[in-house]
């Protein structure tokens, strides 16, 4: 289970102002001593992540978030990152401290919590710590809250059960394709293997993909884009070849009009964030003037090469197909700023790294502030000429609609 990509999992938060026993309540749901368990309030500075099971429900994140409530400079630091947190948060526990509930704080990131959809589970922290009255009081306060304290495991059982069964009502098993496709549809898997391509081993969309039509019994075949002549005249039929974006315009050429094609990005953004949103954004492509901003931003942080799709490719071909002086700022990894509204596009990698979401948050950063978003595949058929067909799979599925 140790092998389910953090992307693949829930996440599960905890937040809460300072020493209110969260790193304690951390330690007891993982049965570990990875968060700094201390009176002194502020202990904990940086988001404490782990991957674990919670049975039933199965392979989840857990983070210990920064305390809240302290309001020096370094205060402020911790609040940024608490906040950021929320942004790949699928279900939010919140600690009260049963001997200094602080409910006005708490109501604060109900609210927060109601604004993003974002389901929470109030926690009373430290119950021993109180009188059965006193408790008895706080509950009829705070509906729905439970108790917990790492000295009375029959309640941590309880707050264990109730995530789990919160987890399993949270979780979506989106397909990237498997339901767009008769059972014994033939598919081919276009992988460029260059120095983009990690040493001995696929992606995991790619992965994703094979295991994805394993599963629903299509025959897949995996080639290269130099290969891809010789599988199609083998095979004597393909419903359906899906590439690497990056391959899009050699493939596009290769492939037979008569047979769909698609990219991994595109099949991506369909299973983890708002297809018709990045479809519509690659619109915004012909918009764009002299001087505008434009945010590129994967969610890998590996090396940057001469063949880099997001450092050296996008760029060149945003260069050429606009012929505009643009200026480009590049994001990576977990950075994402929330200020876009200095941008006229986002071009963002199919997120891969991320939780779906994460992913939806980042959307959703880019439409509050009117920011058209959109992604590397997309981007990189709608420049090829080839987004009608890319798509059309998606579109005769009803996915899209049909003039976007
Ligand atoms: S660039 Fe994005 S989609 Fe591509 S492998 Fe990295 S995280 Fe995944």
Redesign the pocket.
């Known amino acids: 289970m140790n092998t389910t990509p953090q992307s693949n999992r829930l996440t599960v938060s905890i937040f809460g102002r300072c020493n209110a026993g969260k790193s304690a309540l951390f330690n007891a749901i993982t049965n570990t001593e990875n968060a700094i368990v201390s009176d002194t309030p502020g202990t904990t500075t940086d988001p404490v992540s782990k991957s674990m099971e919670l049975l039933p429900h199965g392979p989840i994140v857990l983070i210990d978030t920064a305390g809240l409530g302290d309001d020096s400079a370094l205060g402020e630091a911790r609040v940024k990152k608490t906040q950021s947190v929320l942004n790949r948060t699928d279900l939010a526990l919140y600690a009260i401290d049963a001997q200094a509930p602080a409910l006005d704080d708490y109501r604060v990131f109900a609210q927060e919590f109601t604004r993003r959809t974002l389901p929470h589970l109030p926690l009373i922290t430290k119950s021993d710590a109180v009188p059965a009255p006193a408790l008895a009081a706080l509950r009829a306060q705070l509906p729905g809250a439970l108790p917990v304290s790492d000295r009375r495991p029959e309640e941590l059982t309880q707050v264990k059960a109730e995530i789990s069964r919160r987890l399993d009502t949270l979780r979506e098993d989106r397909p990237m394709l498997q339901d767009l496709l008769p059972a014994d549809a033939v598919v081919v898997m276009v992988v460029p293997v260059d120095s983009e391509a990690p040493r001995g081993r696929l992606?995991?969309?790619q992965v994703q993909l094979i295991r994805e039509c394993l599963d629903g019994g299509h025959r897949c075949h995996v080639t290269t884009e130099k290969e891809l002549p010789q599988a199609l005249r083998e095979l004597r039929r393909v419903d359906l070849v899906v590439t690497d974006s990056q391959a899009f315009a050699l493939v596009a050429r290769t492939v037979p009009a008569e047979i769909p094609l698609t990219g991994f990005?595109i099949l991506?953004a369909r299973q983890k964030s708002d297809l018709p949103v990045l479809l519509a954004g690659t619109q915004a492509v012909s918009d764009l003037r002299d001087g505008d901003r434009v945010l590129i931003a994967?969610?890998?942080t590996h090396n940057h090469s001469h063949e880099d799709?997001?450092r050296v490719k996008i760029p060149a071909l945003l260069q050429k197909v606009t012929g505009k002086s643009l200026r480009l700022d590049f994001a990576a990894g977990r950075d994402y700023p929330e200020h876009l509204e200095d941008y006229a596009l986002v071009i963002h990698?199919?997120?891969?790294?991320i939780s779906r979401v994460e992913m939806m948050n980042r959307i959703r950063i880019a439409r509050n502030k009117q920011v058209p978003i959109t992604n590397y595949g997309l981007f990189l058929a709608h420049c090829h000429g080839i987004l009608e067909r890319s798509t059309a799979l998606l579109r005769a599925a009803g996915e899209v609609p049909s003039h976007a």
């Open positions: 992606i995991l969309p990005s991506m994967e969610t890998c799709i997001g990698c199919g997120g891969c790294m």
